[in-house]
């Protein structure tokens, strides 16, 4: 059967880039639609594994790194994009519209929910709008959540990547599912006992990810921190930040690797879906400082792996740092913890889901046509 993948966009390869690389192991994709392609070629082989891969873009592309601009045009461009006209099987990749994508009554399609969809009209309008924009934009917000809510019946089953998730669809979109943890590469990030003195945070540097409440609390205290990524926030955070901040751009895994594994702890300020990179972090055997809601609250165990704080404020991760420097943390407990988490297990826990869905689909053909 011809596999097919479907993902909202391809642009830096991160954390959900790292997932979409373990479903192409999993299902040795032919064909692959996105809104735009905008990732390098050197990222699509991590993607694709060196696949000979049809990548199959919509208008959007015209406006590359502008398209999301038109944000409340996504839901249409998903919607109008196959071409698939044979039986196949669908696997889309989920944090905007991808779950959006037109199949066929002879194709089954899985939709793997990476984040909550489109937090900028459900959840996190202030953040990426202003009261003034939230106001004018109301009246598209309200009808885009309609769309939104419409789309989400287009996949034959929806796999949460954390119960956060999963119970944020119940909510929004009325859906029960179930979960398959997201994978890390527990095989790059190795366990490291000997720790530097510095903390790390790695991240996209947008405005949900809340690296301005870490960059707030260290401007405040006499410890370094190292800040890894790139995004639309660099410049403002730079402008801010004190001599004991530094700054790296984008780095390779095994640079990343390197820096968190000798790290003293990992800072996580976000309301993460799952958090692939604090689980990474794990695995090389750091402990995590991070905001107890969202995904991470799910794998980092509190006083063990790392220590939790329950308000997204600066002075609560000043307050986390330091009962963090009062705990002595055993590393080789916290990797073991990670491997709960390996990319062998979500490999082989998403191909039994398919497979069985499969297997009910056949089934349930041969009873229509006996």
Same mark, same amino acid.
């Not at 696949?51 to 398209?67: C, G, Q, R, V």
């Not at 009808?143 to 989400?152: F, T, W």
């Not at 407990?333 to 069985?356: M, P």
């Given at each position: 059967?011809?596999?097919?993948?479907?993902?909202?966009?391809?642009?830096?390869?991160?954390?959900?880039?790292?997932?979409?690389?373990?479903?192409?192991?999993?299902?040795?994709?032919?064909?692959?639609?996105?809104?735009?392609?905008?990732?390098?070629?050197?990222?699509?082989?991590?993607?694709?594994?060196?696949?000979?891969?049809?990548?199959?873009?919509? +208008?959007?592309?015209?406006?590359?790194?502008?398209?999301?601009?038109?944000?409340?045009?996504?839901?249409?461009?998903?919607?109008?994009?196959?071409?698939?006209?044979?039986?196949?099987?669908?696997?889309?990749?989920?944090?905007?519209? &991808?779950?959006?994508?037109?199949?066929?009554?002879?194709?089954?399609?899985?939709?793997?929910?990476?984040?909550?969809?489109?937090?900028?009209?459900?959840?996190?309008?202030?953040?990426?709008?202003?009261?003034?924009? &939230?106001?004018?934009?109301?009246?598209?917000?309200?009808?885009?959540?309609?769309?939104?809510?419409?789309?989400?019946?287009? +996949?034959?089953?929806?796999?949460?990547?954390?119960?956060?998730?999963?119970?944020?669809?119940?909510?929004?979109?009325?859906?029960?599912?179930?979960?398959?943890?997201?994978?890390?590469?527990?095989?790059?990030?190795?366990?490291?006992?000997?720790?530097?003195?510095?903390?790390?945070?790695?991240?996209?540097?947008?405005?949900?990810?809340?690296?301005?409440?870490? !960059?707030?609390?260290?401007?405040?205290?006499?410890?370094?921190?190292?800040?890894?990524?790139?995004?639309?926030?660099?410049?403002?955070?730079?402008?801010?930040?004190?001599?004991?901040?530094?700054?790296?751009?984008?780095?390779?895994?095994?640079?990343?690797?390197?820096? !968190?594994?000798?790290?003293? &702890?990992?800072?996580?300020?976000?309301?993460?879906?799952?958090?692939?990179?604090?689980?990474?972090?794990?695995?090389?055997?750091? +402990?995590?400082?991070?905001?107890?809601?969202?995904?991470?609250?799910?794998?980092?165990?509190?006083?063990?792996?790392?220590?939790?704080?329950?308000?997204?404020? &600066?002075?609560?991760?000043?307050?986390?740092?330091?009962?963090?420097? $009062?705990?002595?943390?055993?590393?080789?407990?916290?990797?073991?913890?990670?491997?709960?988490?390996?990319?062998?297990?979500?490999?082989?826990?998403? $191909?039994?889901? !398919?497979?069985?869905?499969?297997?009910?689909? $056949?089934?349930?053909?041969?009873?229509?046509?006996?």
């Amino acid at each position: 059967m011809k596999k097919i993948l479907v993902v909202d966009w391809l642009d830096k390869y991160g954390g959900a880039e790292r997932v979409l690389t373990s479903l192409n192991k999993s299902f040795n994709f032919s064909r692959c639609y996105t809104l735009i392609n905008n990732m390098s070629e050197e990222n699509l082989k991590k993607v694709f594994q060196h696949n000979d891969i049809e990548i199959i873009e919509s +208008p959007l592309k015209l406006l590359k790194s502008k398209f999301r601009y038109l944000f409340f045009l996504f839901p249409y461009f998903i919607s109008n994009l196959s071409q698939e006209k044979n039986k196949c099987l669908i696997i889309s990749s989920s944090f905007a519209v &991808a779950k959006g994508f037109r199949g066929k009554k002879n194709q089954l399609h899985i939709c793997y929910f990476q984040a909550r969809n489109q937090r900028y009209i459900w959840d996190e309008e202030n953040i990426y709008f202003t009261k003034l924009q &939230a106001f004018i934009l109301n009246p598209i917000l309200s009808l885009l959540r309609k769309i939104d809510i419409r789309q989400s019946k287009r +996949p034959d089953f929806i796999v949460a990547n954390s119960f956060f998730v999963k119970d944020w669809i119940k909510k929004h979109y009325k859906i029960d599912c179930e979960v398959i943890y997201p994978p890390v590469d527990t095989k790059l990030f190795k366990l490291e006992k000997n720790k530097s003195g510095y903390y790390i945070t790695t991240a996209r540097l947008e405005p949900y990810k809340r690296i301005d409440l870490i !960059v707030d609390a260290f401007n405040n205290i006499n410890e370094e921190l190292y800040i890894v990524g790139d995004g639309s926030t660099k410049k403002s955070l730079k402008a801010k930040a004190n001599e004991n901040i530094k700054f790296y751009d984008f780095l390779d895994a095994e640079s990343v690797m390197n820096l !968190v594994s000798k790290a003293k &702890a990992f800072i996580h300020a976000g309301i993460e879906d799952f958090g692939i990179a604090p689980v990474e972090a794990q695995s090389c055997g750091t +402990p995590v400082i991070a905001f107890n809601k969202g995904g991470v609250s799910e794998t980092v165990v509190n006083g063990k792996t790392g220590v939790l704080f329950e308000y997204q404020t &600066a002075g609560a991760i000043l307050d986390a740092i330091k009962r963090f420097n $009062k705990i002595k943390f055993n590393y080789r407990l916290i990797s073991e913890h990670a491997a709960n988490y390996s990319e062998e297990k979500f490999i082989s826990n998403v $191909k039994k889901y !398919v497979e069985s869905k499969l297997h009910n689909l $056949k089934d349930n053909n041969e009873k229509e046509k006996g």
